[in-house]
Structure formats: structure tokens, C-alpha cells
């Protein structure tokens, strides 16, 4: 059987990891690499030429699957479209690119007759989108929900295990190579809410803009937060869901999809997804509820999945009209997402009032007139400044509308008594 032929632009962490798992392919046959720098030294050794025109690899007609692992917008979407329209498949770790562009490429892939792969660009090296295309096809998915950052989860578990601040446990995630020097892409959200955009189009067949995504990230998360959290059972961590929901004005379907820290039971098994790994929860309507945890980056587990996708699509060549097997039902236009006011969860805050008689009443007043029930409400302790004494109070509401929570705090922001609120967090419930 003739062997396979590649092109593989970008051989920074991913594509290391792929040029050493291909060395043992024998069916596929690497042909070139690009990359921005040939003089670079490369911490794996190849024979395959490699050059700094991409040109080379998507114009080559010998060429018939383009492995992109270079990242970022631009040029690597105008890579993967030239390899696309020249009826190229093209297996891709670009989560960035294919929340952004993914109705506009996979239409093109369908009008080209040819198939995109993406197994790496959720999750590294778990095998969730096959698991979600494939193997939970039978199910209506009602929920995805998960641990989608290993930067961020790497830093929530230091800040807890050794109490330190999130400054101190991002500079260590730096040193060891789990934190990029800008770190804005994992810790305000956007690599989840890129990651959330995929999963939506698998599990609901669109694409949701990821400005629409509803993002708060982890700077503003403390060491008090994490001992508050863990005396009440619970432990802070960076949760990224997508569900199916309602438009309430409109009646029709959209998406609930958000990026935010919460407080997860410390008897749920995302709790326990510590350092570096990612878990994830889906939920079919026929299978139930499933847990996927491992490894969400790093040059092999990423590999794992991009050559993964690269022989099974090498096998399926053979085959007549088989990109349309593969290919998930992605339709064109883009999904609708719901106010991130219309979602329920209990809710924890910590916030100062002045140290008076009666402040607790009120709350408990201001929360009743709303029809917030409380959970429970203490008072951590007294605190002296210049502006006088101020009590720290803890709340913790069951379930309850964010708009509802929001329009009480805006109440209780009015009242005398109210200081500042130190911080707000949502409480993870299982998806129903
Ligand atoms: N790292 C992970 O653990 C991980 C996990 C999941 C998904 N991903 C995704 O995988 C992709 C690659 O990530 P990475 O960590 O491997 O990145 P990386 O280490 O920065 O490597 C990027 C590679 O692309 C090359 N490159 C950059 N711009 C180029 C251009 N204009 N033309 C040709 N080559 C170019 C670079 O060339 P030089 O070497 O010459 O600079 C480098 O070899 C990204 O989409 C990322 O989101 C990464």
C-alpha cells in the first residue's frame, strides 16, 4: 500500500511530539516541516527537509494531509483555508482558529469534499471530541461541562495545597513551563472559552462567537477565598460549561456558555482534578453522565491526538466519499447564547459591612424581599481601619436566579451598612 504523504507546518512543543510518534508510522510519510526560523535548534531530530515556506507544503500536490501545529489566528487560518481549497485534509490543534472561523472552514471542507480533524485542540491528549462525535452519537447532549485549562487548574491547586497568592503560584507555574510569559489566554478564560465554542458545535452543530461567551478569569481569586471555600466543603476552580437552554424572549434554543471560577464540593470528582490535568463531564440523555480526566497539554499527550487523527484519516483515504463519515454536523450559522443573568446556582459571598447591630437582619431582609433563601450566613470576624470597625460576612444562597442575585447586591450596595463585596462566587451543581 503506498504510503501516505504529509506536510506538517510548525515544529515548536506540539510538532516535536508529532515528528517523534510519526518516526514509527511506517504507513505515512512526513515530507516536509515549516516553520518561522530553520536555523533554529530543534529538540527532535529529523531527516525531513524542512523549510520556511509554507507554500511548499500546501501547494505541493503529493501532499495530501496538512498537519497544522504552528497556533495563533493569523497566518495559520490562511493555511489552513489554502490547504482546504486545494482539497487538502487538514488535521488541526488550533482551537483559536476554529472557534473563530469554524462555521466558514467546516463549509468549506464539505464544499471541497474533504475533512478536518481537531481531536488536539480540546483537552491535549483525552480523546473527548472522538468520544463526543463518535462514540456518544446516540445521545442528545445536554451539558459539557468541565476543567478545560491545565494552566489555571495548575495554579488553583498550588494556591490551595500551599496557601500562597495567585501571583506567587503563577510565577512558579512560569519557572516550570505550565504559564506562558503573558498569561492572558489561560488565566482570564479565553482558552476555555475558545475550547467551549468547539464543544458546542459538536454537541448543539454550532459555533458559538467567542466574544459571546461569558468569561471571568482567575486573577481576582485569593488564598482567602480558597480557605473560605474549603471550610465550607468546597474547593475554587476554573469551570467552563456549555448546555442547552431556552431563549427566553425568543423560545428558541441557545446555549448557556460560560467561563468562570467556582466552587466545586470537595466530594465531586472534578474536585479532585488537580495540577496540570483536565476533567471533563458530559452528559447524554441515553448514557448518562460520563467523567473523562487526563492530561489537557504537553508535547506527547497533545501528539497523542494529532496523530491519532492523522492515521485514521490515512486509513479512510482508501475509502470513496469518506470525509462526510467524519466529519461532525456543523451547520454555518452561528449559535445563540442566553443572558448570563438567566442562569441558577447557589451563590457564596464575602463581603465587609460596618460592624453594627442588626446588619445580618437586613441581609436576611434584602435577600427575603428578593426571595433568595439563604444557606447560611456567618460572620468570619472584626476588622479595625481608619474608616472605623468592619465585620466580614459570608453567605451562602441555594439556588437562585444570577439577575435575582444581582439586583439584591445592588440593593444591599445602597444600604449604609454596605462596605465592599470582596467576592463572588458561583457553586457548582451537577448539570440536569
Ligand atoms: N503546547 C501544548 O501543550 C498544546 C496543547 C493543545 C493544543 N496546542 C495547540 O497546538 C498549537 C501549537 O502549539 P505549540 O505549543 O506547539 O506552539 P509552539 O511551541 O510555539 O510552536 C509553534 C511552531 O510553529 C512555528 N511557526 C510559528 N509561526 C509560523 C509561521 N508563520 N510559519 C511557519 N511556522 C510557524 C514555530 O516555528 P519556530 O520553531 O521556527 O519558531 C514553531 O515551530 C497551538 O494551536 C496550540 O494552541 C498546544
Redesign the pocket.
Known sequence: MARVVLGL????????GVVQLLSHQKSLNLKKI?????N?E?AVKTVCPVT?N?NEIIEDPEIEIVI?????EH??LE?IRGALERRKHVV??????LAKYGPELFALARQKGVAIFFE??VA?GIPLISTMNKGLEANEIAAVTGILN?TTNFILSSMESKGESYDAALKQAQQLGFAEADPTNDVDGH?VAYKLSILSALAYERFIKPQDIFREGIRNVTAQDMAHAKEFGYRIKLIGTSRLAKDVTSGDSACDVRVHPMLVPLDHPLANVSGSSNGILVNGHAVGEILMVGP????L??AS?VVGDTINLASALQLPDFATYFQPNIRSEWGNVVSVGSWSCPFFLRILVSDTAGVIGQIGTILGAHKISLASIVQKGVQKDEHGASAEIIIMTQSTKEQTLRDAIAEMQKCSFFKSMESLFRVFEAPV
Do not use: Q
Open positions: 507546518i510548525g515544529f515548536g512543543t506540539v510538532g516535536s515549516a516553520v518561522l526560523d530553520s533554529k530543534r520556511t509554507v497544522e501545529a504552528m497556533g495563533g497566518p495559520a493555511y488541526t490543534a488550533n482551537k483559536e482558529v488536539a485542540s491535549g491545565g482558552d489537557g497539554a504537553g508535547s499527550p497533545t491526538a
